[in-house]
């Protein structure tokens, strides 16, 4: 399908409205309750997921969102193309207020993320990317709105990847989901990499860090869901980023029967 400009402004529109309404929750007080499978939800995956839902609902493209009801494969695997959200990516980051959440909006073509839109609400950079290329703005204090046109394009907005090169080699890591798969994953890369260091960092920002050409690998050795992982992808890929199946190496695909995805690696291609 064509991406075009106005749906590619409809999703940016979309998510930074939904981290707006993510902030207003995050300055105060708020409640956790538990899902089904343990993982938290508050008041803020609830009212970013209504604001994209009717944010994109205009589009006429269906949805999956984690927080709203998940189709059955049985009609999914007939979508040709669906938006693939995540509300609020990083909940548990969220709940310890340390700034590593976004918001997760891709749009899935034939089981590939043919766009995404990652926006950090607490640094205020808005990340997007499609076959165009990838990108990264910092609305927090632009003179522009981000709604004024396509201004975006032209006024503020840096091409990815913009970072320099390391002089050290950066393996990415989740903030909460480290185990002994990804430890023997970076013994084994330290001997050919002796100046390795590790960051850690929380939700799609370990996508965004490879596409800014600030970090060089991102192995995940633990469970992922689609929608963790889509709008990332997509802006890492179209930034010139592979992200393969370990088991075969193969790209990640979506709209599978099972919502789970293949452990992963996803790296930087150097220049």
Request: proline share 6%; with cysteine; hydrophobic share 40%.
């Amino acid at each position: 399908m064509e991406i075009t400009d106005d749906l590619i402004l409809t999703a940016l529109q979309t998510a930074v409205k939904a981290g707006t309404a993510i902030m207003d929750v995050y300055r105060e007080p708020f409640g956790v309750e538990l899902k089904s499978d343990n993982s938290p939800l508050t008041i803020a995956d609830k009212r970013a997921h209504a604001i994209i839902s009717q944010g994109l609902s205009n589009t006429g493209i269906p949805l999956l969102s984690e927080e709203g009801m998940h189709a059955d494969y049985s009609i999914r695997k007939s979508w040709s193309h669906y938006w693939l959200v995540d509300p609020l990516d990083g909940t548990k980051e969220f709940i310890k207020r340390n700034g590593d959440f976004t918001v997760n909006i891709a749009l899935i073509s034939n089981k590939q993320p043919v766009f995404g839109v990652v926006y950090a609400p607490v640094p205020g950079f808005l990340y997007w990317g499609s076959k165009s290329g990838s990108y990264r703005l910092n609305i927090l204090g632009q003179k522009n709105n981000y709604t004024d046109g396509f201004k975006l394009y032209s006024e503020g907005v840096e091409q990815l990847p913009c970072l320099p090169e390391n002089k050290e080699y950066i393996v990415l890591g989740s903030r909460s989901h480290m185990n002994a798969e990804t430890e023997s994953f970076i013994k084994n890369l330290q001997q050919s990499h002796p100046d390795l260091a590790f960051i850690s960092r929380g939700s799609s920002l370990k996508f965004c860090a490879l596409a800014e050409g600030g970090a060089d690998v991102y192995p995940r050795f633990g469970p992922t869901m689609e929608w963790d992982t889509a709008a990332g992808h997509a802006v890492a890929f179209f930034a010139g980023c592979s992200v393969l199946q370990v088991d075969n190496g193969l790209p990640v695909v979506y709209n599978k029967p099972s919502l789970l995805n293949p452990f992963f690696i996803a790296r930087r291609k150097k220049k």
